[in-house]
């Protein structure tokens, strides 16, 4: 069993719908949880964390944390053109000392003019 | 401007020769990590530092090597024993106090011919 798990998509999406992006988690311990966004070509974006069960919304991304079911998840309201992107979930687990994050191998998103 | 600098932004190499490639943060950050990434992959730990003067291996630590003689600075040399150098190399910084939450930088895109 892969330690972080994403669908690799692509999931596609019209544009104005919402955007909803899975993530499962091995480490039933993990604290720590973190969304990037990736354009193609360009590195790595940090655009949300989360670290307590529940939601957490900042402008059109709202992340969800339910550490019972080991999953986190990303919403995208009113999805954009510019919001294609591939998104990587990462996950810093219990057991790890030395801040390495447990990326997962990320979802490609198209949203469709 | 605070943030994680990489240079150069492309390097071409011929096969057999080693290669540094550089990384700088002003985020006072205490941790620093190298990822390399091939064309449709996810991430994948090379080294880490989570302090001046101390490194551990990743994933794929083998045909690289590192050093941390600054808190603002992780170079990774590429070497000729390194079977597929060609990739896209991502540095990233972190801190205990902001649960690890890595910021990247631009990225380094080699290509070994």
């Known amino acids: 069993q892969k330690e972080v798990e994403q669908n690799s998509g692509p999931l596609s999406v019209p544009e104005g719908a919402i955007a909803s992006l899975n993530c499962t988690y091995s480490d039933r311990g993990s604290q720590s949880f973190f969304w990037y966004r990736q354009y193609s070509g360009k590195s790595p974006e940090l655009i949300m964390s989360i670290y307590s069960n529940g939601d957490k919304e900042d402008g059109r991304f709202t992340a969800q944390l339910n550490k019972a079911s080991q999953y986190v998840s990303l919403l995208i309201r009113d999805s954009q053109p510019s919001d294609s992107a591939t998104y990587l979930c990462?996950?810093?687990?219990?057991?790890?000392?030395?801040?390495?994050?447990?990326f997962g191998q990320g979802t490609e998103l198209s949203v469709k003019p | 401007d605070g943030g994680i600098t990489q240079s150069p932004k492309y390097l071409f190499r011929k096969e057999g020769q080693n290669v540094t490639l550089s990384c700088e943060q002003n985020l006072n950050h205490d941790a620093m990590y190298w990822y390399r990434q091939d064309p449709g992959q996810g991430l994948r730990l090379i080294y880490y530092?989570?302090?001046?003067?101390?490194?551990q291996k990743g994933d794929i630590a083998e045909g690289y090597s590192v050093s941390r003689e600054k808190k603002e600075s992780f170079p990774l040399t590429v070497t000729s024993a390194q079977k597929n150098p060609t990739a896209f190399y991502l540095c990233?910084?972190?801190?205990?106090?902001?649960?690890?939450?890595?910021?990247f930088g631009p990225g380094t895109r080699l290509t070994v011919t």
């Open positions: 990462a996950v810093n687990p219990f057991y790890n000392q030395g801040g390495k994050l447990i």
């Open positions: 530092s989570q302090i001046v003067n101390d490194f």
């Open positions: 990233a910084s972190g801190d205990r106090l902001s649960s690890y939450e890595q910021y």
